[in-house]
């Protein structure tokens, strides 16, 4: 059995403070018995804890549901930095450094910046190759590291490009102790989805 469950994922707040959240209720009933509430709720796929599918920078490639599931659960790796100046990267040296030989094929990996909101580097798409030529299937990253923005995919296209889907927007990485965990990150079973908020469970 796990030490430790860690949920790792950003809730969602359904009271407009997120961009494209928005939750309506409806109250139904009659003479013969208390009303009763149907929630209705309007999501974007890009909020909070997130995960990409490869269709997000190819047209031809495969949506969340396209990918095998054994894609969004099994053993991996935490790579923890610690940031010190801003405009930093975090590198191909820097994930050498962090993963050693503890990366196995098939491995999810998931990316801490233990530095929190004080500096958010950003992740180079030669870091990203590298991790998916050693068998990464999974990747994610918390929500104080950048991997592109709208100017730039190139860290995106590193893993999208090669069927590795990529999960945005953890929380509570610093909370894992373990050199080897096991990790579940399920998006929303609806056919077709290029994102879709996700559940992130790591079990420490």
């Known amino acids: 059995m796990p030490r430790n469950v860690i949920d790792a994922t950003q809730w969602l707040k359904p009271n407009g403070s997120e961009a494209g959240l928005r939750s309506l209720i409806f109250e139904q009933g009659d003479s013969r018995g208390k009303p009763t509430r149907t929630n209705r709720l309007e999501i974007s796929g890009e909020i909070g ?32 930095f610690q940031v010190t100046r801003p405009d930093s990267v975090i590198g191909m040296a820097e994930v050498q450094a962090s993963a050693g030989v503890a990366l196995l094929q098939g491995d999810v990996v998931l990316i801490c910046n233990r530095s929190g909101s004080e500096f958010t580097p950003m992740f180079t798409p030669q870091a990203g190759k590298w991790l998916v030529d050693l068998g990464a299937k999974l990747v994610g990253f918390d929500e104080n590291i950048i991997i592109g923005d709208g100017q730039s995919v190139g860290s995106y296209s590193a893993f999208l490009d090669q069927g590795v889907p990529i999960i945005k927007n953890l929380t509570n990485l610093n909370q894992v102790e373990g050199d080897r965990v096991a990790i579940m990150a399920l998006p ?3 056919e077709g ?12």
């Open 188 to 190: 929303l079973a609806i």
């Open 49 to 80: 804890t997130h995960i990409l599918a490869p269709q997000h920078t190819d047209l031809n490639g495969k949506t969340l549901s396209d990918l095998d599931p054994k894609t969004f659960f099994g053993e991996g790796i935490v790579l923890r």
């Open 193 to 204: 989805l290029v994102s879709s908020p996700c559940r992130v469970l790591v079990l420490d």
